[in-house]
């Protein structure tokens, strides 16, 4: 489905990181109106305030541990503007970043389920309220995976497996909805320059990608899926 400049697009976990660069990528390079999640207010203004110096901006506060705080986002979000043309699924959990590497056997199992209900089954419960109001429209999804699933990053077993389920979900979003015009990419960041990954910087010799060259990649499939076509699951850098 081509998107057009006065679509909306929504963006998940937006106020700093990847989802702030999609977004900012977005308005400055594609000049379509945004919607942006975040968990924290404050940070979630701070973002709105900064991106709507670049174009149209819509912000909810949304905790997507809680499916709950998604579908009321949701209902704003259609009040507001309708239904959005695109989702970039950005918001992920990494525990590593907070409580340190733990190898499988020492893997908390309370932190393994809050992870994967964060990164991948409440990303699909977006996905649904997408796709009810798709399935006659059509409609484009990006979800941010990870390389490090591929290589199985070592210390970081509940990131690695969640971001592996999101491979199934394209395919079969892809499966059942791509005749609808529902198209859904999964664009895999190598090791991103930021302060959340310092700490994996200094243990994990890996080469590194910014910010921005991620957003590019995803801003691309996002508006040209047709270039790619629908499933694909693009490496940045490639691998």
Known sequence: MALMRQDTVLVTGASRGIGFACAERLLSEYGCQVAITARDPAGLEAARQQLAEKGRVIALQ???????????????????TGPPAGVIANVGDNPVHRLGPRKAHNADYDVLLSCLRTNLVNT????QLCIKEWRSRGGNIVLIGSQAYRYGIPGQIAYNVSKSGLVGLKNSLVSEYGKRGIYCQLVNPGLVLNERTRRLRATVAEQTISEAEVAAAVCQALWQPEQFGNGAELNVPAA
Request: aromatic residues 8%; negative net charge; charged residues 20%.
């Open 124 to 127: 699909l419960y977006l996905l």
């Open 62 to 80: 949304c905790d997507h541990a809680d499916s709950k705080q998604i579908a009321n986002s949701w209902e704003r979000l259609l009040q507001l």
